[in-house]
């Protein structure tokens, strides 16, 4: 025990050993009694004072250690560089807008209620005017339906209000009497990509040449400037002071896993010594691979969590010669059969204009032609659906099989496919069939985050005809920088614990070279509690 | 009250070992004022 707490308890004891003598026998000696225990009291508090002000001292300075200004800075400039992804050659402009994303919404309004599935259709509108498409009720001319809705839903928009009354009053009449508006809606859109393509295309391809002309640098250039800025981002998050606190405060991590001793088991499992027993020049050369392996291990871990993807887009791949020229077939039909669908609805539209008088002189012969035409353009408007669904599916297939070869690595597989959204959400509701909208968006965000990593070592150096076991491929190599590492290890009940081992030494050593040690962050985390129950 | 040492010159788990022991002694003191609070009535 330390000089101080002892001289405290000596205190303490001296101070209860002058309280039981004093007698309480009457009650003068009760009041003597209570003055005393009131006298040493106060003493007490005041002391008590003290060593609070300290505390609270010591832990408004450490809580007040604030974020290296470096990486918001860097993370704007990450950002703004975010850009340079529209250059890329695999998404198409469709996926390049985000069309995919925003339509998916509308695919699946059953799941949504109207203020949803109106806030895609203005997301829609605005996403063809980012690429320098003006959308009016006049192009949404798939049905008389899509034309009636967007004429009140613009009009209104326009007012301020998409979701007003009269909007869900319009809504309400045509629902009844085509339960496939929104699906209408869709195909409109979807059509009307098709028909502005050559105009997005060339939105696209100028916005390519200008941002590479801001950044001054060419495509591959610019692409590898903005991986190794993440690098550096990541680089500077992990050994951010504040942000390692937080990670304690939050509850993400917890200082029982830092104490020297776990920290030395963790070291003997993975260098077969402590560090003590090496020298300092040789333990910085077995952290720097620790923290290889870290990285390693978790591109491991999500390329095992990801594999699914991987797995289906091989499927693909393997059967490509299915896919060659499908694509082109499926868009000649949807152009025929859109060229009928709008024959169809000018003529609906015609006889609506003059009904009164076509009524008149023809009784009720052409409201049977009309009526016709309207079932026909219902039963088109399914078709369509079919053929864009297709197209929609082959289109992915036959970028798979024109991108990827025999030299394509694992990770251009990922890289290929992350920028299809509806695919993803295709194959992610294949493998988990319960999943929810929310929890299928969040695991396409963490998928993206994952292939858009830089730092990625094992996946891009293992070609797909090569068929080897990456387990295999990490251990051999971090073996031979004589780190202990056994194939059991990867075994799926174990993977955990040797990414928690490596991890945890990467993120000892960021504790102890930042401005704060362990024995600080558990001092803040104590003092919180006290300082939180001080105040109530 | 002084035990030989500056408050900022001791580690962090004696300040906060001082804090809990001086509070629980403080709190036994306000408990025994209270007790023969309730003696002192009776007699």
Redesign the interface.
Same mark, same amino acid.
């Given at each position: 025990m330390?000089?101080?707490?002892d001289?405290?308890?000596s205190?303490?004891d001296a101070?209860k050993e002058v309280?039981s003598v004093l007698p309480?026998n009457?009650?003068k000696n009760?009041?003597a009694?209570?003055d005393k225990?009131?006298a040493?009291?106060q003493?007490?508090?005041?002391?008590?004072n003290?060593?609070?002000a300290?505390?609270k %001292? %010591?832990n408004v300075k450490i809580n007040s250690i604030s974020l290296n200004p470096k990486i918001p800075e860097l993370s704007t400039e990450i950002e703004e560089m975010e850009d340079i992804r529209l250059v890329d050659n695999n998404a198409t402009p469709f996926e390049k807008m985000k069309l995919d994303e925003t339509l998916y919404i509308l695919k699946r309004f059953y799941k949504n209620n109207l203020e949803l599935v109106n806030n895609s259709i203005l997301n829609c509108i605005e996403i063809f005017k980012k690429v320098g498409v003006e959308l009016e009720a006049k192009d949404f001319n798939y049905s008389i339906y899509t034309k009636e809705y967007m004429e009140t839903f613009l009009e209104e928009t326009k007012k301020g209000d998409m979701n007003s009354q009269k909007v869900k009053d319009t809504f309400e009449q045509i629902y009844w009497k085509c339960s496939d508006i929104i699906l209408h809606i869709e195909l409109n859109f979807r059509s009307l990509y098709y028909k502005n393509e050559k105009t997005i295309t060339s939105h696209f391809e100028s916005e390519s040449k200008r941002i590479l002309k801001q950044v001054g640098l060419s495509k591959e250039e610019a692409l590898k400037k903005l991986d190794s800025m993440k690098l550096k981002l990541q680089d500077l998050m992990n050994k951010d002071t504040s942000l390692i606190l937080d990670k304690f405060k939050s509850g993400e991590r917890f200082t029982k896993d830092y104490e020297p001793s776990n920290i030395q088991k963790y070291y003997k499992k993975l260098i077969g010594c402590t560090t003590d027993e090496v020298e300092k020049h040789i333990l910085d050369e077995y952290n720097q691979n620790i923290e290889k392996l870290s990285y390693s291990l978790n591109e491991y871990k999500n390329y095992l969590k990801f594999k699914f993807i991987f797995d289906e887009v091989m499927a693909i791949y393997n059967d490509k010669q299915k896919y060659k020229k499908v694509y082109n077939d499926k868009m000649k039909q949807i152009q025929k059969l859109e060229g009928k669908l709008f024959k169809g609805n000018k003529k609906i539209e015609k006889y609506s204009k003059h009904k009164g008088l076509i009524s008149k002189l023809f009784s009720g012969k052409n409201q049977k032609k009309l009526d016709k035409i309207n079932i026909d353009s219902n039963s088109q408007i399914l078709e369509l659906k079919t053929i864009y669904r297709e197209l929609e599916d082959n289109k992915v297939n036959n970028i798979i099989a024109e991108n990827l070869n025999e030299a394509s690595t694992i990770y251009d597989v990922l890289l290929l496919i992350s920028v299809f959204y509806s695919f993803l959400v295709k194959v992610i509701i294949k493998q988990y069939e319960d999943m929810d909208q929310e929890q299928i968006a969040a695991m396409i965000t963490e998928f993206r985050q994952f292939v858009n990593f830089s730092n990625t070592t094992v996946l891009n150096n293992i070609k797909i005809a090569e068929d080897k076991d990456i387990a295999l491929v990490i251990k051999d190599k971090y073996n031979l920088c004589n780190i202990n590492l056994e194939k059991g290890d990867f075994s799926e009940e174990n993977i955990e614990n040797i990414i928690a081992t490596a991890n945890n030494i990467c993120e000892y050593n960021y504790i102890i070279n930042s401005r704060l040690g362990l024995?600080?962050i558990?001092?803040v985390m104590?003092?919180d509690k006290?300082l939180e129950r001080e105040k109530q | 009250m002084y035990l030989g040492t500056d408050l900022d010159k001791i580690n962090h788990d004696e300040l906060l070992e001082l804090y809990n022991k001086t509070k629980d002694f403080v709190s036994f003191l306000d408990n025994e004022i209270e007790t023969v609070e309730v003696e002192k009535k009776v007699k």
């Amino acid at each position: 025990m330390s000089d101080i707490i002892d001289k405290l308890n000596s205190q303490i004891d001296a101070d209860k050993e002058v309280l039981s003598v004093l007698p309480k026998n009457n009650k003068k000696n009760v009041k003597a009694y209570q003055d005393k225990a009131e006298a040493i009291k106060q003493e007490y508090a005041s002391f008590l004072n003290d060593v609070s002000a300290e505390i609270k %001292r %010591r832990n408004v300075k450490i809580n007040s250690i604030s974020l290296n200004p470096k990486i918001p800075e860097l993370s704007t400039e990450i950002e703004e560089m975010e850009d340079i992804r529209l250059v890329d050659n695999n998404a198409t402009p469709f996926e390049k807008m985000k069309l995919d994303e925003t339509l998916y919404i509308l695919k699946r309004f059953y799941k949504n209620n109207l203020e949803l599935v109106n806030n895609s259709i203005l997301n829609c509108i605005e996403i063809f005017k980012k690429v320098g498409v003006e959308l009016e009720a006049k192009d949404f001319n798939y049905s008389i339906y899509t034309k009636e809705y967007m004429e009140t839903f613009l009009e209104e928009t326009k007012k301020g209000d998409m979701n007003s009354q009269k909007v869900k009053d319009t809504f309400e009449q045509i629902y009844w009497k085509c339960s496939d508006i929104i699906l209408h809606i869709e195909l409109n859109f979807r059509s009307l990509y098709y028909k502005n393509e050559k105009t997005i295309t060339s939105h696209f391809e100028s916005e390519s040449k200008r941002i590479l002309k801001q950044v001054g640098l060419s495509k591959e250039e610019a692409l590898k400037k903005l991986d190794s800025m993440k690098l550096k981002l990541q680089d500077l998050m992990n050994k951010d002071t504040s942000l390692i606190l937080d990670k304690f405060k939050s509850g993400e991590r917890f200082t029982k896993d830092y104490e020297p001793s776990n920290i030395q088991k963790y070291y003997k499992k993975l260098i077969g010594c402590t560090t003590d027993e090496v020298e300092k020049h040789i333990l910085d050369e077995y952290n720097q691979n620790i923290e290889k392996l870290s990285y390693s291990l978790n591109e491991y871990k999500n390329y095992l969590k990801f594999k699914f993807i991987f797995d289906e887009v091989m499927a693909i791949y393997n059967d490509k010669q299915k896919y060659k020229k499908v694509y082109n077939d499926k868009m000649k039909q949807i152009q025929k059969l859109e060229g009928k669908l709008f024959k169809g609805n000018k003529k609906i539209e015609k006889y609506s204009k003059h009904k009164g008088l076509i009524s008149k002189l023809f009784s009720g012969k052409n409201q049977k032609k009309l009526d016709k035409i309207n079932i026909d353009s219902n039963s088109q408007i399914l078709e369509l659906k079919t053929i864009y669904r297709e197209l929609e599916d082959n289109k992915v297939n036959n970028i798979i099989a024109e991108n990827l070869n025999e030299a394509s690595t694992i990770y251009d597989v990922l890289l290929l496919i992350s920028v299809f959204y509806s695919f993803l959400v295709k194959v992610i509701i294949k493998q988990y069939e319960d999943m929810d909208q929310e929890q299928i968006a969040a695991m396409i965000t963490e998928f993206r985050q994952f292939v858009n990593f830089s730092n990625t070592t094992v996946l891009n150096n293992i070609k797909i005809a090569e068929d080897k076991d990456i387990a295999l491929v990490i251990k051999d190599k971090y073996n031979l920088c004589n780190i202990n590492l056994e194939k059991g290890d990867f075994s799926e009940e174990n993977i955990e614990n040797i990414i928690a081992t490596a991890n945890n030494i990467c993120e000892y050593n960021y504790i102890i070279n930042s401005r704060l040690g362990l024995e600080d962050i558990k001092f803040v985390m104590e003092s919180d509690k006290i300082l939180e129950r001080e105040k109530q | 009250m002084y035990l030989g040492t500056d408050l900022d010159k001791i580690n962090h788990d004696e300040l906060l070992e001082l804090y809990n022991k001086t509070k629980d002694f403080v709190s036994f003191l306000d408990n025994e004022i209270e007790t023969v609070e309730v003696e002192k009535k009776v007699k």
